[in-house]
Nanobody
Framework: VQLTESGGGSVQAGGSLRLSCAVS????????MGWFRKAAGKEREGVST???????RNADSVKGRFTVSQDNAKNTLYLHMNSLKPEDPAMYYC?????????????????????WGQGTQVTVSS
């Protein structure tokens, strides 16, 4: 199973980006996925999770600005990031598992995820 992130880049503060995470093989069906980020000198932080039913949870630091979604037909996870702030720059990673979890459990317990992508870099300039 491979997760491939894309969509990172450099944007001005207040701008938007959409990250994508493609899951392969296409036949692999995840039941719980998440986005995490790791900034230099900081610990990894859970950003958003989404379960098989499409219910989402976001970290307090991104509530109202970031939205996680999934396209089951494309087996792809997205992170829509709006109103980006200078504190948002990081390497962003997606993660997946076939196990069933709900709510924000994965944000606090990243080890439940079986697969991780290589990450995509987000830079925000002020």
């Amino acid at each position: 199973v491979q997760l491939t992130e894309s969509g990172g880049g450099s944007v001005q503060a207040g701008g938007s980006l959409r990250l994508s995470c493609a899951v392969s093989p296409y036949t692999y069906r995840t039941n719980y996925m998440g986005w995490f980020r790791k900034a230099a000198g900081k610990e990894r932080e859970g950003v958003s999770t989404i379960d098989r039913n499409g219910r989402t949870r976001n970290a307090d630091s991104v509530k109202g600005r970031f939205t996680v979604s999934q396209d089951n037909a494309k087996n792809t996870l997205y992170l829509h990031m709006n109103s980006l702030k200078p504190e948002d720059p990081a390497m962003y990673y997606c993660a997946a598992t076939r196990k069933f979890y709900y709510s924000d459990y994965g944000l606090r317990h990243p080890r439940i995820f079986d697969y991780w992508g290589q990450g995509t870099q987000v830079t925000v300039s002020s």
